[in-house]
């Protein structure tokens, strides 16, 4: 087992490629979208590209470019600390921040694979851009904690927070369904009531001008040929749409049966990487949310999916046509029908006599 020193070591190497962009003159970072939602957190004008561009204009390489909000106003309001500091100390406590729940994923998921986790190229993107996955992992392995100290309904408080990044988790319902997890389901629901009803609160029906800045900010990127799921593979295909459907489906079919015959960690985090897998946005960095899957798989597999997936990522960085997506969507789906095939799906306490066989439902 992994100790708090060798952690803490470990850490020194994402802690570097967070800070290392932090001297550039233009840094080319996604906490922009962020910092602005925190200056505009509780104004009216939290989807106008005028006003994000106003506080975006002068830290942006391309002056004419706008990285658009477009996260729930919720998510803005807990950012609001960060626009009360200049942007190159906010930029600064929020790499640091990412840093931090790097660790706390590792010390509460699997801190015998820190190594692998450290080292998965696509977590360290996520860091460079200052994107905040690491932020969601630690959200994530956060609830999955609460789950096995039986702490149903607050596992499903913090869950919630998962919101900001709902199109990754849309297979989550049925991890609840299949289990019977009633309880964690309410924490979930009373979690999002809140957000909700903070979000309307404050900003009154902000749900059109939040899709309109989705639909605006499609519009102006080349995003699909950045995509690593099955959006980035199909997006150019004729019916993509009923094809993506139908993909979506009969995964949900097929895990529906799978669910209930593996613990509760391991249903989570099989969960989140077909929801990654078949989202319909999904980037390099969101790879990251593989690794609670990669880390239950045996020492030289995890070995093998964190190499594979690397250098997929980067295919899909350098924009490799189709052979980054298509290898990622075949490799997940491939371990996918593998686990159902089997029937086991790895836990985090492989010594438990449990781990393996079907569990008794919980949260009921």
Known sequence: MTDRKTIAALLLAPLLVALAALPLEHWETDFLSFYAGAKLAGTGQLYALDAVHQIQAGYEREPAQVRAYIRPPFYAMLLWPFGKLPFRAASVVWQVLNVAAIGVFIWNWRRD?????????????????????????????????????????????????????????????????????????????????????????????WVPSFLAMLRMNEEHQNSQAYMVSIAGLLWRAPWAAVWIAAMFLAAAVALWFCIPKIEEDAAMALALLAGVLLSMHAFIYDLG???????????????????????????????????????????????????????????????????????ALVGK
């Not at 996955?133 to 998962?162: E, N, T």
């Not at 995890?302 to 350098?318: D, E, G, I, K, R």
């Not at 997940?332 to 393996?356: D, F, M, S, T, Y």
């Open 113 to 205: 694979r820190a190594v692998t986790i450290v080292l998965f190229v696509p977590l360290l993107i996520a860091v460079a851009l200052g994107q905040d996955v690491p932020i969601f992992l630690a959200v994530f392995v956060g609830a999955v904690w609460l789950l096995r100290k039986k702490r149903f309904f607050l596992a499903g408080l913090v869950m919630a927070l998962c919101a900001v990044k709902f199109h990754l988790f849309l297979l989550l319902p049925l991890v609840i369904a299949a289990r019977r997890m009633w309880r964690f389901a309410g924490g979930l629901a009373a979690g999002g009531s809140v957000l909700a009803g903070l979000s309307f609160w404050v900003y009154g029906n």
């Open 289 to 359: 949310f593989l690794l609670p899957w990669i880390t239950l798989q045996k020492p030289e597999r995890a070995v093998q999916l964190m190499v594979a997936l690397s250098v997929a990522s980067l295919a899909v960085a350098f924009q490799f046509s189709y052979v980054g997506p298509l290898f990622i969507f075949g490799l997940g789906a491939w371990e996918i029908a593998g686990k159902i095939r089997q029937g086991r799906v790895p836990c985090l306490a492989p010594e438990a006599a449990h781990c393996g066989s079907r569990p």
